[in-house]
């Protein structure tokens, strides 16, 4: 059993929650500055939908070596990318491309920290 507790207005009743293109006027509709215990500012989600409402969804899956160099042995690699396909299958709507997106790649490849054009994955549609 899972217990998922979510505050703040429907995200059906914030129109700029459903579009990753408004994503910075999102931050400043949907979401509560805080203040973290080791005093660091940040903003959690104050709507049905929690951070997802917030960041578009974003879920970033990382390579392989980052789980053999951080936890070695410790991870079934296989078991692991065969769950997170899975549920990204039962509770995922593949991202779509986006000019935002777009210009996100685009500044990553720039700075030689990624490609310009993603491999479409479970969770990216072109």
Same mark, same amino acid.
């Given at each position: ?7 703040? =207005? ?7 929650? &459903?579009? /990753?293109? *408004? ?5 400043? +509709? ?8 080791? &005093? *660091?500012?940040?903003?959690? /989600? ?5 951070? *997802? ?14 789980? @053999? ?8 690699? +296989? ?8 549920? /990204? ?12 997106? @777009?210009?996100? /790649? ?5 700075? =030689? ?5 993603? =491999? ?7």
């Amino acid at each position: 059993d899972v217990l998922v507790l979510e505050r703040g =207005k429907s995200d059906l009743d914030l129109a700029e929650t &459903q579009y /990753a293109d *408004t994503w910075p006027e999102v931050v400043n +509709s949907a979401a509560q500055l805080i203040r973290w215990t080791d &005093q *660091t500012w940040g903003a959690v /989600a104050n709507v049905l939908g929690g951070g *997802t409402s917030i960041n578009g969804g974003l879920y970033i899956e990382e390579e392989a070596d980052y789980f @053999q160099e951080n936890f070695g042995e410790a991870v079934n690699l +296989s078991e692991f990318y065969e769950s997170s396909a899975w549920v /990204a299958k039962q509770l995922a709507v593949p991202l779509r491309a986006s000019s935002i997106g @777009q210009r996100y /790649a685009d500044a990553l490849h720039e700075a =030689k920290e990624g490609v310009a054009e993603p =491999k479409p994955s479970v969770r990216m549609v072109k």
